[in-house]
């Protein structure tokens, strides 16, 4: 097995054992359908301070103490080639920032590790430990003891970035919670976490969205383009596009809203937009489902399979009269163990078993009548007792805890 920094600017030896240069590159084929991909070709450095393409047909032997060719350097050599599916190591991938989908995080590729495979010099592993560091800045010894190499097989990990032509692979990526894959956007520089929005469908980007830092979040939103970042906040839940609207200086926000797709409803976000963020009115959504008591439970079931893929979540259906007044729930669980034919008035919980909050009330208010009655979501009303939205646990959480 053999690392990159060992050899990175090692002597090369022509066929006539001629000293020619020295390896200031190595190219792999990204596109080859093998795990590791082959070694292709290294880059040498002439003697004349030109860059010479030789192909690994052309290499004899590698060591730590030179690379030897089968042949001479000529002139033909000197174009390099510009295959999108070539990648130059040293250029492309070394000190590169990297996504490792099985670790979930963010590292910086240290060193690169080479072995034989099928008979094939092929890249192995990427180092990102401090020994890889260590050892391209040439320390050896005792020292290394200390610090154990961390090795990722190159086919967990996928580079990230609009100048790299080695694309993020999305069906691993979407696998991950919005919450990983935020984490890992936030670690990344401006053009890589976008490139890295961009590459998801509109449904799981508004979901990472969501959980990135507010400030990194407005930065992308503005970086994204209009066309862009509409398409992905018109899929973001009610309260959380609230909050990004409030990020947004006053004449972005006000064209955010403009564009807002149909079934947002721009008049709804507006009037959260009065309220204070830290009381009731400021953190709730509005998208809920609704159900009247005279509504069968059939009914109401087969409503929640009709509108479920317009919320985050449902945790219960929230019970109206015809002038909007909360009158009480219903949660999931008691709606599937119940008679179809059932009206929901009858398996309810009343307003006096689950109380709402009003609009006006603070964060602690609301995380104490949530923990008293062991609620996963708190309907918010005004002083008519009209239903005006939901708080839910996460937004609390949030509150509470905003660098989770």
Known sequence: MFYFSNLFNKKIRDKNDEIVGHLVDIAVDSDDKKQYPPVVGILVKGKNNKEYYVEIKNVSNWSSGGIFLRCVLNEKMLSIPKEDHLLFLNRHIVDKQIVDLSGVKVVRVNDLQFSIVQGIMSLLAIDVSTSGLLRRLGFHGSLFRFFKPHLLEWKDIHIVGDKLQFDINKDDLVKLHPADIANIVEKLNLNQSSTLLDSLDERTAAKVLEEVQPEIQKILVQHLGPERAMDIVGKMSADELVDLIQLLPARESVQLIERLPSYKDAKSLRKI?????????GLMTTEYLTAS???????????????????????????????????GVVSMRRLMISDEKRKVGEVMKRIAGIPGVKVDANLTKIATIMTKYNLLSVAVIDNDNHLLGIVTIDDIMRCLIPNA
């Open 273 to 281: 937009l009065e309220y204070d963020e830290d009381e009731a009115g």
């Open 293 to 327: 008591s005279e509504d069968t439970v059939g009914e109401t079931i087969e409503k929640i399979k009709k509108y479920s893929h317009l919320h985050r979540s449902i945790f219960f259906v929230y019970v109206v009269d015809t002038e909007n007044h909360y009158l």
